[in-house]
């Protein structure tokens, strides 16, 4: 079965500072997506990434990035000078195919709390 | 503005009564979803809907039930035998092109 893991419940940094927020990931299919998500305190899921399994270029967009590592099955996300409106649950998620389309497992989520 | 909405955003139920969430998307997307999410916890899958008249019981589907009648609209219904249902509802539509899944502003559902 696909499982995500976030190791990292909760974190706090102050503001400006780095934070990278791990995932690790388990699958037996060859081809696969990757996603993160955020979750304002709003409540709605705000997609940010998605990368295929064959793809393991970095990306950066803004003060974002991700590394991504087949050899560790890891998906980190690194946000860069963080701010305090980055305060949210971020989700890091895997596709399964399942019936014909797909689905999403999710991670339990890491909460990232920047203060002033 | 193309989008998901969900109505209500807050719903309060008495012990008993079954309720409908609401779910719409004018993205043109043929799949939708219905998560469930639980305080500290991640999103678990309700139900899913590949197709108009067609949809399949996603890893909690007991005590829901859902229609898809018209390719924008995807209703929850909470039934009574949902034994604890008090929780946060997200609905989602996915992007063929890029399986994509894009989320509703959700609706925050409290038993009394």
């Known amino acids: 079965a696909q499982k995500v893991t976030q190791a990292q419940t909760e974190i706090s940094v102050v503001e400006k500072e780095d934070v990278t927020l791990d995932c690790v990931y388990e699958t037996r299919d060859t081809t696969y997506y990757l996603f993160w998500y955020k979750q304002p305190p709003s409540g709605e899921l705000v997609f940010l990434i998605r990368r295929n399994s064959f793809d393991e270029q970095n990306e950066i967009s803004g003060r974002y990035s991700w590394n991504f590592q087949k050899s560790t099955s890891s998906f980190n996300f690194t946000i860069t000078a963080s701010q305090v409106v980055d305060s949210a649950v971020y989700f890091c998620?895997?596709?399964?195919?399942?019936?014909?389309?797909?689905?999403?497992?999710f991670g339990a989520g890491t909460i990232l709390r920047v203060k002033s | 503005d193309g989008g998901i909405t969900q109505s209500p955003k807050y719903l309060f139920r008495k012990e008993g009564q079954n309720v409908t969430l609401s779910c719409e998307q004018n993205?043109?997307?043929?799949?939708m979803y219905w998560y469930r999410q639980d305080p500290g916890q991640g999103l678990r899958l309700i139900y899913y809907s590949q197709i108009v008249n067609d949809f399949q019981k996603g890893d909690i589907a007991e005590g829901y039930s859902v229609s898809r009648e018209k390719k924008e609209s995807f209703p929850l219904t909470v039934t009574s035998a949902q034994k604890n249902p008090t929780a946060f509802y997200l609905c989602?539509?996915?992007?063929?092109?890029?399986?994509?899944?894009?989320f509703g502003p959700g609706t925050r559902l409290t038993v009394l």
């Open positions: 993205l043109n997307h043929d799949a």
């Open positions: 989602a539509s996915r992007e063929g092109a890029t399986d994509t899944q894009y």
């Open positions: 998620a895997l596709s399964e195919a399942w019936l014909g389309g797909n689905k999403l497992v």
